[in-house]
Antibody, heavy 118, light 106 residues
Framework: QVQLVQSGAEVKKPGASVKVSCKAS????????IHWVRQAPGQGLEWMGWINPHSGSTNYAQKFQGRVTMTRDTSISTAYVELFSLRSDDTAVYYC???????????WGQGTLVTVSS | DIQMTQSPSTLSASVGDRVTITCRASQSISSWLAWYQQKPGKAPKLLIY???SLESGVPSSFSGSGSGTEFTLTISSLQPDDFATYYCQQYNSFPWTFGQGTKVEI
């Protein structure tokens, strides 16, 4: 079955960067886009962007343009999101999710809590 | 960006109740709408895609309807496991956007 396993929680200082990984299994990694969505504590869901694991092409939400990079390593079926110049309002759970055959994300990672605090 | 507005924000209900959640888009999204269920500390779970198609393994007590700008999620008979927060999401165009969520509580 499809599984997305994310890296563990991170604590970062303002101005630092963080890189979260998402290891895929149970399907052909290069066959489906990976999306990243975040959720601040007690808040709703916010879409950040996607990466095409086959080509490496990306599409970022304008809000994160210039501050986010999504990459992948096909040899280990892993996608990454890196967020730079962290602020306190970047404190959130970051999820990776696979876009499946119905063009909607149908499988999610367990989430990675990133805490930004001085 | 397309704004998604859900109502109500909170819904108090009892086991066995019929529950309806509404989602409105700021412009037409055809049928490119999904519904997710999220429980505390867990990732969202896909319930409905393309406005009315039931995801595999999801109970038939869940149903979705609508097109254009108005959509509804209905739970025909609320079960204890259904108490959660529900989000609509448009995937008609980027950036994908979510509603603010509807918490279904006792």
């Amino acid at each position: 079955q499809v599984q997305l396993v994310q890296s563990g929680a991170e604590v970062k200082k303002p101005g630092a960067s963080v890189k979260v990984s998402c290891k895929a299994s149970g399907y052909t990694f290069t066959g489906d886009y990976i999306h990243w969505v975040r959720q601040a504590p007690g808040q709703g869901l916010e879409w950040m962007g996607w990466i095409n694991p086959h080509s490496g092409s990306t599409n970022y939400a304008q809000k994160f343009q210039g501050r986010v990079t999504m990459t992948r390593d096909t040899s280990i079926s892993t996608a990454y999101v890196e967020l730079f110049s962290l602020r306190s309002d970047d404190t959130a759970v970051y999820y990776c999710a696979r876009r499946g055959m119905h063009l909607v994300v149908d499988s999610w990672g367990q989430g990675t809590l990133v805490t930004v605090s001085s | 960006d397309i704004q998604m507005t859900q109502s109500p924000s909170t819904l108090s209900a009892s086991v066995g109740d019929r529950v309806t959640i509404t989602c409105r888009a700021s412009q037409s999204i055809s049928s490119w709408l999904a519904w997710y269920q999220q429980k505390p500390g867990k990732a969202p779970k896909l319930l409905i895609y393309k406005a009315s198609s039931l995801e595999s393994g999801v109970p038939s007590s869940f149903s979705g309807s609508g097109s254009g700008t108005e959509f509804t999620l209905t739970i025909s008979s609320l079960q204890p496991d259904d108490f959660a927060t529900y989000y609509c999401q448009q995937y008609n165009s980027f950036p994908w956007t979510f509603g603010q969520g509807t918490k279904v509580e006792i």
